[in-house]
């Protein structure tokens, strides 16, 4: 099967009563973990890729790594832009072979978001991809611990259509108290069912995605500290929270500092495990079975996405 764009699984998927995982890939380990957790599972899959893995990682080296994913699995697999910053950087994604692109147009007034990304929107469909928009604005990029309960940055319900009806967009990401990184709440987890409700109430039937949606695994939280790190205070949102929004109109569950946190907890075990040792293919074998595990449960026991691929 070749890479589709997210129409068809996210109408699945909202019908279903089930959400698919986005999960940001900047190698070769992790893409292979995931395809592999997919495979195991039966899952669709989104793999998704920031501006700064693109330039990590080089474009063409990604998209070579998403056709083999492809050639080794008869999933659905999307390659979708995550945060497109500009229109130019989603044209480039378009032409060079992704599928779906998100315009993050969240930091702009109503007007400017409407108009980048409706432009966004024109090229892509003219191309038969896809287009993720952001309406309200996540806390958390550039200040991790201060996680921000202002309501200015919430979505506003009585926004949306408008917002969506203008650019055309196929899925909208909503701001309901998640954050990124692994530094998402000071006190008790909260997030803004209320306002998940009033927007999916306007929108029936649209695809609704979640941005910073990692649960920040107290395990391999743990395991950073005893093997050397320096994370206290980390926390993530509740697995029962997402199993939750899942099962409403959120059909995007975005995945990228669980796989961060497993990563790094792996590696610090192992080599502190094996002080000699200095294989790289012997320290992240661990790693990557570790992350097809995490993922794999994220598929079977929050996103609730496992046997959907044949569907
Ligand atoms: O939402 C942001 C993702 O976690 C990607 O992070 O821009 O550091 O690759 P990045
Ligand atoms: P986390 O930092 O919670 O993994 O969120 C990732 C994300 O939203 C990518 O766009
Ligand atoms: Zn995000």
């Known amino acids: 099967m070749p890479l589709v764009n997210s129409r068809d699984l996210f109408r699945k ?10 999960f940001n890939v900047n190698n070769m380990e992790i893409v292979q973990a995931i395809t592999e957790a997919g495979k195991i599972e039966n899952a669709p899959l989104i793999l998704q890729v920031s501006a700064g893995a693109r330039k990590y990682a080089k474009h063409v080296y990604l998209m070579k790594l998403m056709e ?10 999307v390659v979708h832009l995550d945060h497109g910053p500009d229109f130019e950087t989603c044209k ?3 032409d060079g072979g992704f599928t779906s692109v998100m315009i993050d147009g969240s930091h702009l007034d109503f007007e400017a978001n409407i108009a980048v ?12 991809i896809t287009v993720e928009g952001e309406l ?15 309501d200015a940055a919430f979505t506003d319900p009585d926004q949306v259509v408008e917002f969506v009806e203008r ?30 409700e009033k927007v999916s109430a306007k929108l029936p039937g649209f695809p609704i995605v979640l941005h910073g949606a990692s649960s920040v695994i107290p395990e391999y939280v743990d395991m950073i500290n005893r093997y050397g790190g320096d994370m206290p205070g980390a926390q993530g949102v509740p697995e029962s929270m997402l199993r939750q929004a899942a099962k409403s109109a959120v059909c995007k569950i975005n995945i990228d500092s669980d796989l961060r946190l497993v990563f790094t907890g792996e590696l610090r075990k192992y080599l502190a495990e094996h002080p000699g040792h200095f294989d790289p293919r012997q320290y992240l074998t661990p790693v990557r079975d570790s992350l097809r595990e995490m993922v794999r449960h994220k598929i079977v026991h929050v996103l609730g996405c496992d046997g959907k691929a044949a569907e």
């Open 136 to 150: 309200g604005r996540l806390a958390g990029i550039e200040d991790a611990v201060n996680v921000s309960t202002d």
């Open 167 to 196: 650019t055309g967009v196929d899925s909208l990401a909503i701001a309901i108290g998640t954050s990124h990184g692994a530094f998402k709440f000071k006190g008790e987890p909260r997030l803004r069912f209320d306002i998940l």
């Open 117 to 128: 990304t409706k432009r966004v929107v024109d090229y892509a469909h003219e191309r038969d």
């Open 92 to 94: 480039s994604c378009i």
């Open 68 to 77: 083999a994913a492809v050639l080794d699995t008869d999933l659905p697999i």
């Open 13 to 22: 998927a909202y019908e279903g009563g089930y959400a698919i995982g986005a």
